[in-house]
């Protein structure tokens, strides 16, 4: 249901990160702005937000950026902006975490401070979230937002299982609140909250 489509575009910061980078700088660079490879392959249900089956190249924006060669960390910090081809994610911070074997595979991405994730009227919201690819999930949480059009699901937490196609959303010291407007006789959902 419209719930399921809310939680996969939650997914869509996994994608953004699903191939280990093709070259890091070593030093911290003020203003940096690092494109980044597209992955080897789609990532099952993730594929269907690309553009013409192509996800594209990755850019990465942000005020300072920081490679550390011991624990394999990459740090983005201040007015972070990712953006593959119709998608965006800004956060306060970003942190890749590569696997410390020889393949450099990425591990893990955590976004801090304000996330925002965009695609066209699609939009996820929250105070941090967490790709973990060895567990294969995602995780918005920190009063978790997520808007399609007029639809609106918020919780503390949305875990997204990757591998098992579902979601689970947590609503923590408060209920669990999803408003879901039904699709018009044109199966079209986009009416605003005042029927307009």
Same mark, same amino acid.
């Given at each position: 249901?419209?719930?399921?489509?809310? /939680?996969? *575009?939650?997914?869509?910061?996994?994608?953004?990160?699903?191939?280990?980078?093709? &070259?890091?700088?070593? /030093?911290?660079?003020?203003?940096?702005? /690092?494109?980044?490879? &597209?992955?080897?392959?789609?990532? &099952? $249900?993730?594929?269907? *937000?690309?553009?013409?089956?192509?996800?594209?190249?990755?850019?990465?924006?942000?005020?300072?950026?920081? *490679?550390?060669?011991?624990?394999?960390?990459?740090?983005?910090?201040?007015?972070?902006?990712?953006?593959?081809?119709?998608?965006?994610?800004?956060?306060?911070?970003?942190?890749?975490?590569?696997?410390?074997?020889?393949?450099?595979?990425?591990?893990?991405?955590?976004?801090? &401070?304000?996330?925002?994730?965009?695609?066209?009227?699609?939009?996820?919201?929250?105070?941090?979230?967490? *790709?973990?690819?060895?567990?294969?999930?995602?995780? $918005?949480?920190?009063?978790?937002?997520?808007?399609?059009?007029?639809?609106?699901?918020?919780?503390?937490?949305?875990?997204?299982?990757?591998?098992?196609?579902?979601?689970?959303?947590?609503?923590?010291?408060?209920?669990?609140? /999803?408003?879901?407007?039904?699709?018009?006789?044109?199966?079209?959902?986009?009416?605003?909250?005042?029927?307009?």
């Amino acid at each position: 249901m419209r719930l399921h489509r809310f /939680a996969v *575009f939650v997914t869509l910061v996994a994608c953004l990160f699903s191939a280990p980078p093709t &070259g890091a700088q070593a /030093a911290p660079t003020k203003g940096a702005d /690092a494109p980044r490879g &597209g992955d080897s392959g789609p990532e &099952g $249900l993730l594929s269907t *937000f690309s553009v013409a089956g192509q996800r594209g190249p990755i850019t990465i924006r942000a005020k300072e950026m920081e *490679f550390d060669y011991r624990t394999r960390v990459l740090t983005y910090r201040g007015a972070v902006r990712v953006t593959q081809a119709d998608v965006t994610l800004s956060s306060d911070r970003l942190r890749v975490t590569l696997d410390a074997g020889p393949s450099k595979r990425l591990k893990e991405v955590v976004a801090e &401070g304000d996330v925002q994730i965009t695609q066209g009227d699609r939009h996820a919201s929250g105070g941090r979230a967490v *790709f973990d690819q060895e567990k294969r999930t995602v995780v $918005l949480s920190d009063d978790a937002v997520l808007r399609d059009g007029p639809n609106e699901v918020t919780g503390e937490r949305v875990v997204v299982y990757l591998d098992e196609e579902r979601s689970v959303v947590e609503g923590g010291d408060e209920r669990v609140r /999803a408003v879901l407007f039904p699709p018009d006789k044109e199966g079209d959902s986009k009416k605003s909250p005042g029927g307009e």
